[in-house]
Each structure stands twice: as C-alpha cells, then as structure tokens.
C-alpha cells in the first residue's frame, strides 16, 4: 500500500443523503426515468442512420466526387425512409447544409481561431457536400455533417440530428473509467447498472481489451471522433463514448455487442454485452433545451449540451436513490420546508457537501455538479442556486474548502461569476464576450436592445477590418459583488478535462482573481470560453424578412458560440477556447478515488489546504438601535479597513484578536458597513453588517 493509498484510506464525511432502494424498486425508478431498454440490433431497421450498407454504385460516385443523377423531384427522399423514421429528402439536406454554412459564417465567434489553430475549412467542407450528398445514403449524410462540426473542436458549436434520433440514448451496463499506478494509465469497470446479469462483471476488475483491441488503443481511436478542444478533453470524451452515446450528436455504434475482457483477481475473464438504447423521460433531455430560455440568465448560457445530457442519463442508469432524493428534495422546495441537514435543496447541483476528516484535518468539501440547475425560469433559477451556494457555505468549517467541479459542463454563466464573490475578498471582473465582426452580427446588436452595447464596437470594427467586437460582460459587475465574501477559509478548486464553458469560465475567475490553488485530475480543463445561442434563438430574436435564418427539418437542431470570451487580470485579453485553465498541480487518480468516494483526491486536497496560512475578519455591532461602534474579531490580520454604505470612514490597527472600534458618527438603519482585513498590506478578508 503506498503512503497515498494509507491516507485515502483515512479520508472520510461529506456523506450524502441518498434513501434506500430494493434492487426492484430501483429498476423500476430507473425505468420511469428513462424509460424501457430496446436491443440496438432490433432498432436498426426502424432508425436510418443506424443502418448498414448502401448501394455500391452510389459508393464509388461519391468516393469520386461525381454528381449522381437528380431525384425526380426535390422532395424525394433521398434514402427510403425505414421503418417509422423517414430519411430526409433532397431539399431538406439543403437547407441543413446552407442553414449551417450560414451559421458557421456569419455568427460563429471561433472561426478564425478553429481555421488557425487546427487548419481546418469547415465552409469549403460545406460546400463539397452540397455537390456530393446525394451519393450518400442517410448514415452517410449524417456522419459527414457531423463530422464538419466535430472537425471544430468546439462542444458549444453543434448540429443535432432530428427529433426521433436526439430523444435516445445508447448504453452499455457498465462504466469504465481511468485511474493511474505510478502515472501509468490503467482502465477498470468503476459503476455497474442494477440491469446487468452478468455475475463475472462488477466494480472494480481492471480492463484490458475491448471487442479484442487493446484498451488504450480502443479509447484514442474513440477519442479521435470527438469533438474537443484539446488532446485531454478528447480523450477523456472518447472513454465516455465507450459506453455511452447520445444520438443527438452521434450515430448510433457500428457494433451490436461489445465484448470485453478484463482481469479479476489475476484470473482473466471475457463478457459479451448488447447496446440497448432507452428514450430518456422530458426532465432528462427536454428539459435542457428549454434552458436558456427567458431573462438575463437564458441569454448567458455556457453550457456543453451532450456533457450535460450524458451526465443526467448516467445518474438515471447507476444511480437510481439519487432521482429518489431529488424528487424528495423537489417536494420539499415546493413546501418551502427546512431541507435536511445532510442533503441540498438542490441535490442535482450539489449533491455532496459537508466536513470530511483527512489525514491533515477537517476541510469542508462541495460537488458542484452542474451550472444549469432546474427551473423553467432561468433568473429565478440561478438566485435560488446562489443563494443555496451560501448556505451550505455557512454550514462548513473555516480551516478550509474543496470544490470540486469535475464533470460540470457548464450551465448559466452568471451563475458561475455571481459565486466567485462569496470566495474572496477582491472585487469580482466578470469576463468579457466579443462578437464575430459580420454585416449580420452588427444587424443583430442593433436589432435587440440589450445588445446595444455591443452595436457601435461592431460597426467600427467593421470599418477597420478587426475580426471581433470590443467586449462587454454578460454579468452585471454589480451582481458579481453585491454579496461579499462568504467564506474566508482557504479553498483547493477541483478540475478535470470535462469542465467546460461556464466552468472553465468559473476557473479561470479563480485563478485571475487569485483566489486559491487549482488541483487538477488532468492536465487542462474542457477549454470552452464562450456564450452559446441556438438556430431558433437567431431566428426569433432578428425580426422582418431579411433574416437569412429560416427552421431546420425534422426537428433538427444547431447551436452557436456566438460571443467569445476573454480573460481578465494578469491573462487580460486571453481567450478561454482551446486554451483553457492549466491547473497549479496535478492529481492522478487512483483506484480508491473510483471506488471509494475520491478519497485519495481529497486527501491530496487537504494536504495543499494544511499548507496555507488562514484568515478571518468577524464583526459585531455596538448600539442598540443606531451602531455607534463595531466589535472587530481578527485571525492573521494587522489592519481594518472600515466603510459605510461605500465610502470609507476610517483605517484601524488590529493590535489584538477582539477590538472595539468607535465609528465617526452612528450608523442608522439601513446602513451597509464593510470591513477589509490586510496583512502586511495584502487584503486577506472581508466581512458586512447590514444595520
């Protein structure tokens, strides 16, 4: 046992409240979320794009780029429609493919990043398959369309498939994740669905192959049909789409089954498991593209659709006591009852929190799982979540704090920003968002008043040639500090390669603001730094008949990262997309992090937080009706720092840990007073009292 695997071992708290289930009554939650599982292999025929073979004539005219001969009319379809799915017609294709091409020029924030950094032409991509498509049969047209937005590397940027095909979801029984011994890679089986059947596979047997093929070798060449922005992102999405796709942005697997092979207990032992495809309840999927709609918070939206969906979907198929507690925690919010001690108000958005003891002390710990908590009412939605954030803050010990945010992909951006706040005493810059320079971009600022700002930096930079706009935050400064510091205990952020858009945005808040160290499970986090809009946004929010956005058939969808964001302080002007947030160290996650609640990971944290010096700043009032004066409670703190209502009154020396201070005249009711503490001349804390 190495000295790491000692201390994990020691690590424990933060349980979290999860009711319980009989194996029956878990399936049957399971299958209310998610519904009844169908064999891949009996729905081929009824979804088109799961289909295999095409016409050999049609192969070779499209592989030389020939022009086969016309339908007979623009509507035929252009690949019989099997079973209850009808293939697209001829003039359908068209408009996806124009409709794209238009979006991708005309408002696309990252084209000319996405041209540089991975030399690639996604409109000359466009352009060839509209000469070529109808030598494709459905499956094919599809994967080419895809393929043109997962050539950008961008999770924000997306084209999903029609409306029968993005409702379902193909999985496997189990999930394989990476762990690493002496920073080598290795794989094992870290969850298993209550449905599997087959004994001989379980938590915890090591993964060496899969359908024959080295694991390792399996992963890269899954990898290398994703779409992220860095190799660490990549990678990481490609061992999630061993087993586990989304046909809103993928087709269907090639295979019928997967065979897998791994060890158990050094004996070697092989299992066969079919893809089975479920179609998700509404609060799984519908549910997340109706986010984004209504108020600031709606047109703030940063989120990576199918990190969240796959997210939602995963927790449905392992993890059924947490639906249990999310719909008991639901009904506790609409009752507006206490919650429960050991649980959020919002279990989807936080569902672990508390004090765990590790081998360097009692830290406090909060998952943070997602930025798009639930609510039909997007601004209603994030004030409840901030404030939820508060509270549970108050609820942990000052010694220290560990956030972790792996797997988040985002949600509201001002969700994100507002919280930054509670963290530190520095005053909060909310990120900048630049516009693509177009002709239609400058329309649009001009058409919406609450892009008008960006309305006149589009015209210039029009008239100059720059490629963007000046940028403007999408959260209000004023909201990002209208709260204060909430805890003033040292903090240890968590990342992985799935943090993405809001996240990344939240991350690299944390490192510009300063706030703490960054403990990172890869070497990068997602790199998305942008807010994103979808087709039907564009074409509802431009009015009259010169807007070139028209509906996309079948239901099909598109999103956008429409403004891109930059960095503030040190990294001023530094794009977040295809860079992202380097952490400050690096944590290889062991075998006990995937199988006993991360308790290597959380050792490591807590290490990094025994090592900081802390501070604290409390302040209490003297006066019984109008305070005439403050009792001041300092740790690590040699200066005060009074205000009242904003303006400041007087500099106080904290020569002990309690002082009395008289203030220049009493403060009535109302009054706002906010303390700063300094150490040798660097502000540490930060406190408020409201009379």
């Not at 009319?73 to 293939?87: K, M, S």
């Not at 660490?232 to 999405?237: P, Y």
């Amino acid at each position: 046992m190495t000295r790491m695997d000692q201390e994990g071992s020691l690590t424990r708290g933060a349980v979290p409240y999860k009711p319980t289930l009989t194996h029956s009554e878990a399936l049957a939650e399971i299958e209310k979320a998610i519904g009844k599982p169908r064999s891949l292999q009996k729905l081929r025929d009824a979804l088109p794009i799961a289909a295999h073979g095409r016409p050999a004539r049609a192969l070779a005219e499209a592989v030389r780029g020939a022009k086969p001969k016309l339908k007979a009319a623009a509507t035929t379809p252009a690949d019989a429609a099997v079973g209850g799915v009808p293939a697209l017609t001829t003039a359908q294709r068209l408009v996806l493919i124009d409709q794209a091409k238009l979006l991708l020029q005309e408002v696309y924030a990252h084209l000319p990043l996405k041209r540089a950094m991975h030399a690639i032409d996604p409109i000359q991509s466009l352009q060839l398959l509209r000469l070529r498509h109808e030598g494709l049969n459905e499956r094919e047209f599809q994967s080419e369309l895809l393929e043109v937005f997962v050539s950008l590397r961008d999770l924000h940027t997306n084209y999903f498939l029609p409306k029968a095909y993005f409702q379902r979801v193909a999985y496997l029984p189990f999930r394989v994740e990476e762990y690493y011994v002496d920073k080598q890679r290795r794989y094992l089986v870290s969850w298993v669905a209550p449905e599997n059947r087959e004994p001989k596979l379980k938590a915890g047997v090591e993964v060496t192959h899969w359908n024959g093929m080295p694991i390792d070798l399996a992963v890269a060449r899954n990898a290398a049909r994703e779409a992220g922005s860095n190799t660490e992102a990549r990678r990481a999405r490609g061992l999630e789409a061993l087993t586990l796709r989304w046909f809103g942005t993928s087709l269907p697997p090639d295979e019928d089954w997967v065979t897998l092979t791994f060890l158990d207990g050094g004996q070697t032992a092989e299992t066969r498991h079919e893809w089975n495809v479920v179609s998700p309840s509404t609060p799984i999927i519908g549910n997340i593209f109706a986010a984004g709609s209504g108020g600031a918070s709606g047109a703030g939206l940063g989120l990576d659709f199918k990190t969240e969906v796959l997210r939602r979907v995963r927790k449905a198929l392992f993890d059924a006591p947490a639906l249990q507690a999310e719909a008991e925690m639901a009904k506790l919010r609409a009752s507006r009852s206490a919650p429960r001690a050991d649980a959020s108000r919002l279990p989807d958005v936080f569902p672990r929190f508390g004090t765990v003891a590790t081998p360097s002390g009692e830290f406090g710990y909060v998952r943070l799982a997602t930025f798009a908590p639930p609510g039909n009412d997007a601004d209603k939605a994030v004030n409840d979540a901030v404030d939820e954030f508060v509270r549970i803050l108050r609820t942990l010990p000052a010694t220290g704090l560990v956030l972790d945010l792996r797997g988040n992909g985002g949600g509201y951006i001002n969700f994100g920003e507002r919280i930054l706040q509670t963290l530190t005493p520095r005053t909060i810059m909310p990120e900048p968002f630049h516009f693509l320079t177009t002709a239609f971009t400058l329309r649009l600022s001009e058409s919406v008043p609450w892009l008008e700002a960006w309305a006149v930096p589009l015209a210039t930079a029009l008239s100059t040639g720059a490629g963007h706009s000046q940028g403007f935050p999408l959260t209000e400064p004023g909201t990002c500090n209208a709260i204060g510091q909430v805890y003033q205990g040292p903090v240890v952020l968590v990342t992985d390669a799935f943090c993405y858009s809001t996240t990344d945005i939240f991350a690299a808040g944390f490192q510009d603001h300063e706030i703490g160290t960054i403990l990172g499970c890869h070497n990068n986090t997602g790199a998305g730094g942008a807010n994103v809009w979808d087709h039907a946004a564009l074409r509802q929010i431009v009015p009259g008949p010169q807007n070139p956005f028209v509906a996309l058939p079948g239901g099909a969808g598109m999103r956008v990262a429409i403004r891109r964001s930059t960095r503030v302080g040190a990294r001023s002007g530094v794009p977040l997309e295809d860079l992202g947030v380097v952490p400050d160290e690096r944590h290889f996650m062991t075998r006990d992090d995937l199988l006993e609640h991360n308790t290597d990971l959380i050792a490591h944290a807590g290490r990094l937080l025994a090592g900081k010096r802390s501070h604290s700043l409390q302040m209490g009032r003297l006066g019984a009706v109008s305070v005439t004066g403050l009792i001041l409670t300092a740790r690590n703190i040699d200066r005060v720092d009074l205000m009242v209502n904003d303006r400041p009154v007087l500099s106080h020396n904290q020569t002990g840990g309690v002082m009395e201070v008289q203030l220049p005249k009493p403060a009535p009711s109302g009054t706002l007073i906010s303390a700063q503490g300094f150490e040798n001349g660097v502000l540490v804390s930060s406190v408020r009292l409201r009379v």
